[in-house]
């Protein structure tokens, strides 16, 4: 329990950073009679989660940043009450065969003869996708077994073992590169790319790693709500934090935005720049920033984060919006059905191994691996009536094996043209059409596509490195029990200083659109300052 002795304490729990878990935080917190404050520096919350206008004057609100949901659990939805609709997608995937584009492979959730069907035209191997359906209901358990420890205090390894119950799945997945295991259990290129994937989102890695970052990503990415399922939020991203911060409000959280933080005391004074400087101290300080940003505002004179605690993103991001979907090579298979789910490009596993390659040697990845889907598909609400009339659809690709280091050399506008146009040749290379003449026009004329790079993120977001995770990705458990006798420890939310919580992506369980990191920092958070309410 944090002493309440001493004067001077405005809350009992001051937030740094905006975010949608901050808004998970400071609902909870709220809700359990603390007072709380948040301070965001940009004029609106919910940090990545959020949903935009790019184009002035075109009727198009697309989540620009995070724009999938996996991870969020229902226990915060239900605890907080958020008026959020999830949509499931019902084509999880459709992969173009590089090599001859006239043929892909569509994974179809509610077919799985279909599906069967599918990977044989495209391997030649009618036992692939029994195979590829195989690996997954293999791996089941995992989601199963660990999804619901994410809101509880941490597991140890052991315990986590233990609940798997499964010691050649735990081995494969958690002890070795997830690669052996691609290997070992499909045959063909283009069916273990489409697995590897999921190891590789916002992660520069290969799939042979011997740091296991892979894993862990692919861990993330396949246990999500039990099932590993990827929904779409109604109504945009946006949607999931203004009724996140509605819930805050409610509660009776104060929060305000325009607030820069510019220096964190270890003693929980906080101390603000913009319109209203100010000066506040909680019992408590919860930190929605990356421990880099969070490293900075603790020292003195706001020294820039060192080379040591400055992590790396990993991905190009480009929204676009078109007058239509693009026309396949693929006669089998309507662009309405191959965008729904995740569209893969250029995403064999060669294909993603020679990428990592060429980016580590400092190059753009040629072809660029790259994944687009088409929000607009599964909710029609974040583009006008009149968009909706004419048919338009937005298209987002999420560029993979793509490190920070390509982004913050050179002049920025021209390496973001160069990923851009990258992105492009390699969409471009398996439809039937180019993509420019679809693309819809601003009043001004300018074409509706924008790419978003990790220096983009970084200026934009105050993500340094334009790492979605706020830094390497832990495993959802601690390898012994000696440390959980601290609350901050047992929640995964300690950041080194006492009086001091991570809430955000950085939390252990944090990274993706879940609120996980504002749930437990709220649960340690309440834990630390038990029945404390003087002051």
């Known amino acids: 329990m944090v002493s309440s002795t001493g004067a001077g304490f405005t809350h009992d729990v001051v937030i740094v950073g905006g975010g949608h878990n901050a808004l998970v935080a400071a609902a909870y917190l709220a809700s359990a009679g603390r007072s709380v404050v948040v301070l965001e520096r940009l004029g609106h919350l919910g940090g990545a989660a959020v949903s935009a206008r790019p184009w002035r004057g075109v009727d198009a609100n697309l989540s620009r940043y995070s724009y999938l949901v996996s991870l969020l659990p229902r226990r915060i939805i239900d605890d907080l009450g958020l008026g959020i609709q999830l949509r499931r997608r019902r084509y999880s995937s459709y992969t173009p065969d590089p090599a001859d584009p006239s043929r892909g492979i569509l994974v179809d959730t509610q077919d799985a003869e279909a599906t069967a069907r599918s990977f044989a035209r495209v391997t030649g191997d009618d036992a692939e996708g029994g195979r590829f359906a195989g690996f997954y209901d ?63 989102i916002g992660t520069f890695a290969s799939a042979d790693e011997a740091t296991l970052r892979q894993n862990r990503c692919f861990l993330y990415h396949v246990i999500g709500g039990g099932t590993g399922d990827w929904d779409v939020p109604v109504g945009g991203m946006g949607r999931v934090s203004a009724e ?18 510019t220096q964190v005391s270890p003693d929980g004074e906080v101390r603000t720049a913009g319109p209203a400087p100010a000066t506040v101290r909680g019992r408590l300080v919860l930190s929605g920033v990356g421990p880099a940003v969070l490293a900075e505002l603790l020292r003195a004179g706001g020294a820039p984060p060192t080379d040591a605690e400055r992590p790396s993103g990993a991905q190009f991001k480009v929204n676009m919006l078109l007058r239509r979907l693009p026309l396949l090579h693929d006669a089998d298979v309507s662009p309405e059905t191959a965008f729904a789910g995740t569209f893969h490009i250029n995403e064999t596993l060669t294909q993603l191994e020679s990428a990592h390659a060429q980016a580590a040697a400092g190059g753009i990845p040629r072809p660029l691996p790259a994944e687009v889907y ?14 909706q009339a004419s048919g338009a659809q937005t298209l987002t690709l999420f560029g993979l094996q793509v490190p920070h280091a390509i982004a913050a050399e050179g002049d920025p506008d021209q390496v973001r043209d160069a990923l851009l146009a990258a992105a492009q040749h390699s969409l471009e290379s398996v439809l039937a059409e180019p993509l420019s003449p679809l693309l819809y026009e601003a009043p001004d004329g300018s074409p509706c596509i924008e790419g978003r790079t990790t220096l ?35 929640w995964g939310v300690a950041s080194g200083r006492e009086r001091v919580l991570m809430c955000g992506s950085a939390a252990r369980r944090g ?15 309440l834990e630390i300052l038990g029945d404390d309410r003087d002051g």
């Open 244 to 261: 996140l911060e509605r819930a805050a409000r409610s509660a009776g959280a104060e929060l305000r935005t325009d607030s820069p933080v």
């Open 374 to 387: 088409c929000h607009s598909l599964t909710d029609p609400s974040i583009l006008g009536p009149d968009l």
């Open 511 to 525: 990274g993706a659109v879940s609120g996980i990191g504002g749930h437990n920092a709220a649960m340690a958070a």
């Open 456 to 490: 983009d993120l970084e200026h934009s977001l105050g993500m340094t490195g334009g790492d979605i995770f706020h830094g390497p990705l832990s495993w959802p458990w601690v390898d012994s029990a000696d440390i959980l006798d601290d609350p901050a420890a047992r």
């Open 138 to 200: 293999r791996l089941a358990p995992l989601a199963r077994a660990l999804f619901p420890t994410l809101t509880e205090p941490l597991p140890t390894r052991a315990q986590a073992r233990a609940r798997l119950g499964d010691e050649e799945v735990w081995e494969s997945v958690i002890e070795r590169p997830l690669g052996a295991l691609v290997r070992r259990t499909l045959e063909s290129d283009i069916a273990r790319g489409i697995v590897m994937t999921d190891g590789l």
